[in-house]
């Protein structure tokens, strides 16, 4: 058994304030004895999008590496929500980054499902304008169990998670920027249905507040971490914080044991 946790924040254009931000959370987390922490989406920028291909590098570049670096020196398993990495002279990917304790990057994952989405009298917005879709299925091995990665809208569709589970997924990281709208209607809905389905822990790290992002506004957080069962063990609250639970890894083997799904799958 271990502590993870997972960090909310307000992100906004201001690259220096998320990074303070974030690395100040991250630091309460792991003071408080967590050994996996997830961040959110867009933790290292979020405002006008255009902006976001200017400010992309590799999963090596500078700003990149300073969780890299972070995750080293707690001696913590870190993941970076996901920031962008370039992709061609018109887009970016948005990618989500699994740094191990020795700071090393443990696998990285660029988001599939673009949210391109037009919802009468709500949010208006085309990720795809600025960012390329990735194409591969990430599952990461690790001491803490092996982690499916994805990120906020690759929530809607869980065959990305029927895949990682076959892959050996035992907890699946969703990093978000949910908007407020869909977030108080579906958030909890869907991230249970993805811990029921798959049986595995899921720990959602998500943006919360207004930002200086034209298209997305507003974010609506509650972050949580979610048992096999699908019972919600941890959420934060309306604010910047953290949330806090102890992942046991037997309750995942005792969940699927108890209600042997993959042995009654026919499709």
Known sequence: MYLAACVQIQGSSNIERNLRVSAALIRQAAAAGAQLVVTPEATTYLGPHSRKIELAEPTDGPTHRYFGELAKELGIHLLLGSGAEPADDKRCYNTSMLFGPDGVLIASYRKMHLFDVEVPGGVSFRESDTCAPGDEVVVAETPLGNIGMSICYDLRFPELFRAQNDAGATLFTVPSAFTLMTGKDH?????????????????????????????????????????????????????EGICLAVIDPAKVAETRKAIPLGLHRRV
């Open 187 to 239: 958030w909890h809905a869907l991230l249970r249905a993805r811990a029921i389905e798959n049986q595995g822990y899921v720990l959602a790290a998500g943006q919360w507040g207004e930002h200086d992002d034209a298209g997305l506004r507003r974010s609506y957080g509650h972050s949580v971490i979610i048992d096999p069962w699908g019972t919600v063990i941890a959420e934060c609250s309306d604010g």
